[in-house]
């Protein structure tokens, strides 16, 4: 039944994948996942994977405390993703067996993580959907024996 946690990523994970840049400004972050419709997105500069930005990263240039002054939205909008993103980023290799990936996202409570090659080039992404749509295969396949 949990046959499914010992397969790998590379035949789970999605291959094409968006990622940005590090000078990637907020507001062009916000079109993006207004466009995408994904959670994150893997920062690569020079074909290597450098950061992980999230919509809470995202949301973080408008926390403020009460005693700042407010400052214009456009100036929020212009901050650069290399300002907000995760730089310690948890990702996994194209070998790397599904139980331990979900053992990452509930670790580091993520949805997704890249996946790298032994270069940190990026090569997909692997998400909680693409393990529960794998679980849901599993199971209907039982079913049907």
């Known amino acids: 039944m949990y046959e499914f946690l010992q397969e790998t990523v590379e035949g789970n994970m999605t291959r094409a994948v968006r990622s940005v840049a590090p000078e990637t400004t907020v507001g062009d972050l916000y079109r993006l996942f207004a466009m995408d419709d994904y959670d994150a997105y893997?920062?690569?500069?020079?074909?290597?994977?450098?950061?992980?930005?999230?919509?809470?990263?995202?949301?973080?240039?408008f926390a403020f405390t009460p005693d700042q002054v407010l400052p214009h939205y456009d100036d929020h909008m212009g901050t650069t993703v290399d300002e907000i993103m995760s730089c310690n980023v948890a990702a996994v290799e194209p070998e790397t067996r599904l139980q331990?990936?979900?053992?990452?996202?509930?670790?580091?409570?993520?949805?997704?993580?890249?996946?790298?090659?032994?270069?940190?080039?990026?090569?997909?992404?692997?998400?909680?959907?693409?393990?529960?749509?794998?679980?849901?295969?599993?199971?209907?396949?039982?079913?049907?024996?």
């Open 100 to 145: 331990r990936v979900l053992q990452l996202m509930i670790q580091h409570r993520l949805k997704s993580l890249p996946v790298i090659d032994k270069f940190h080039h990026l090569v997909g992404i692997i998400a909680r959907d693409d393990i529960m749509r794998r679980s849901e295969e599993r199971r209907v396949g039982k079913e049907c024996l």
């Open 42 to 61: 893997p920062v690569v500069r020079d074909d290597i994977v450098v950061g992980f930005v999230t919509k809470l990263d995202a949301l973080k240039v």
